[in-house]
């Protein structure tokens, strides 16, 4: 399974924007780029994916780099809601894509 | 539109009892997963099921470890004669058919197994 580095922990500000940073140098052209988070007591919460252009929802962007080597989630107003563990996340489009397999992700902190 | 449900949401067994997990899936949704969750350590995959059937059991341990998800019901993970290393947290997630390529699974809130 191809394997993605994130930073331990982060730390950012209330209201404003957080960039967490993926890393995925050996990421196959199939491969999607999911992000989850995990809220303390909780279980994980989707928040985005994407394959090899920029997106867009509700809750944050994620930035594709060009050669897909890299991947960035994009809070654009933190909120004390959004401290949690961010996880990044490869699949195939095919076969077992379904079978997530988390790291240890990135702890965001958010300073009121 | 309720969540995914799991219960308990703690669970307290003594070494060599049995432990039953229940998850029941968000309405729609016939693919269940689960994970489990050692302290410290990322969400592993477990197994994943659709109705009546096991279709990728690859991250179960070979021994004591079982799973279900009758036609009616909730999907149920056994865990027969339990031991300290059995404790965690066991996390189940649903899926519906159309977004499965996607990879969009909806978690429960967990269940919490302690071992004594």
């Known amino acids: 399974d191809a394997k993605t580095t994130q930073p331990n922990s982060m730390e950012s500000n209330e209201e404003e924007p957080v960039h967490l940073p993926c890393n995925h140098s050996t990421i196959s052209g199939t491969d999607y780029i999911h992000w989850y988070r995990q809220l303390p007591s909780q279980g994980p919460e989707y928040v985005i994916h994407?394959?090899?252009s920029n997106v867009n929802n509700r809750m944050a962007s994620l930035a594709i780099a060009e050669d897909r080597k890299s991947s960035t989630l994009i809070l654009h107003r933190a909120t004390l809601r959004d401290a949690a563990v961010y996880y990044c996340?490869?699949?195939?489009?095919?076969?077992?894509?379904?079978?997530?397999?988390f790291g240890k992700g990135t702890l965001l902190t958010v300073n009121p | 539109n309720a969540g995914v449900m799991q219960n308990p949401r703690h669970l307290v067994r003594r070494r060599g009892q049995e432990a039953r997990l229940r998850c029941s899936p968000m309405?729609?949704?016939?693919?269940v997963y689960w994970y489990r969750q050692l302290p410290e350590e990322g969400l592993k995959f477990m197994v994943y099921l659709q109705k009546e059937n096991i279709i990728d059991e690859s991250g179960m341990p070979k021994e004591r470890f079982s799973a279900e998800f009758p036609k009616e019901g909730p999907s149920i993970l056994r865990i027969q004669q339990v031991v300290r290393g059995d404790s965690a947290a066991y996390f189940c997630?649903?899926?519906?058919?159309?977004?499965?390529?996607?990879?969009?699974?909806?978690f429960g809130p967990g269940t919490r197994l302690t071992v004594l």
């Open positions: 997630a649903s899926s519906p058919p159309s977004r499965a390529d996607y990879n969009e699974q909806f």
């Open positions: 996340i490869l699949s195939g489009s095919g076969g077992s894509n379904y079978k997530l397999t």
């Open positions: 309405k729609g949704h016939s693919h």
């Open positions: 994407g394959l090899t």
